[in-house]
């Protein structure tokens, strides 16, 4: 009798058992949102479609793996969390693209110093549009406009190095000051201007400065491998029109944001643009990790931006 009893409890402490792995079961599924098997959201960061391609001997290949960062911001119209991005949340830089096509934000790592190593967290580059010539105003579609991750400092890396555009306080002689930051053909051996010296222009496509009082001449980046952005490229990477001022304009290039106060507040406002100001004859524009936008600022301000490099490459030297 004591045995079919003891029989009967386990039984039913089985049966208890089992109700209860059903029970939490179904709170899981519910929870999860899932039916069946419980799934694994994919890794975004990952460009499995882009992994053991070989390079063969060209500049730039398309990155296997997306640069990230914590959104360490919390305002709501500012910066990453202005922009939709929860405050702890990583931000996803770039795309990792779709073959045989060229788009703004397309991630690449780029053998600019010629070592032969693709290093996807010094070299990384995103394409922006095609070149802009300055001289014929006009996009050429042979060549490419890759923007650098982060600005810089005597060439290498830096995300809190800020320098005046030009410590003149003049808009029209380029940025004389703190080009002297970019890399040069010593360092990024790989990389040659399309054309070192360029027509200066103000936001509207035009060569003068304070409304017409002054002339913006040429300006020569002497020895260096990368330049800045010009109005035009940014226009038609983000479907913009520069000097419009709209907070999250550039919320479309997201990756133009990429080490500034966007993501965290110790970092640099942002970074200088090439193009000198139609109304004012003391400054230049940038883009702004604040507001995301490309606004201006006095050009011997020299705690709010930085210099980040724009290389031109060939587009038959990019593996795409």
Known sequence: ????????????????????????????????????????????????????????????????????EVCNQSDNSLFCSGAGHKQGENIVYGSC?????????????CDVDGDGVYNSATERFYYVSDYYDTTSKSFNDDYATLIYYNNVKAGEPDNKATFAYDSSNENWHGPVTGYVELPSTREWTKVTLLQDTRQLLNEKGEATTGKGSNVLGTFTYTDKAARLLTAQEINQACGITVGSYKSGEVDTCEYLLENTKYSTSSLSYGWWTEFAH??????????????????????SESSGDGFRPAIDVAKTDILY
């Open 1 to 68: 009798m004591r045995k079919k009893r003891l029989n009967k409890i386990m039984i039913i402490v089985v049966l208890f058992l089992f109700m209860l792995m059903g029970i939490g079961y179904s709170y899981l599924s519910k929870t999860l949102g899932v039916s069946g098997n419980v799934t694994v959201k994919p890794d975004l960061t990952i460009c499995k479609e882009n992994r053991g391609i070989s390079a063969n001997g060209k500049l730039c290949k398309r990155a296997e793996k997306l640069h990230t």
């Open 97 to 109: 693209g779709t073959s045989g096509e060229l788009k703004s934000g397309d991630a690449f790592d």
């Open 278 to 299: 139609f109304s004012s004859s003391g400054n230049a524009f940038g883009v702004s990790g604040r507001y995301r936008r490309v606004g201006y600022a006095d050009v």
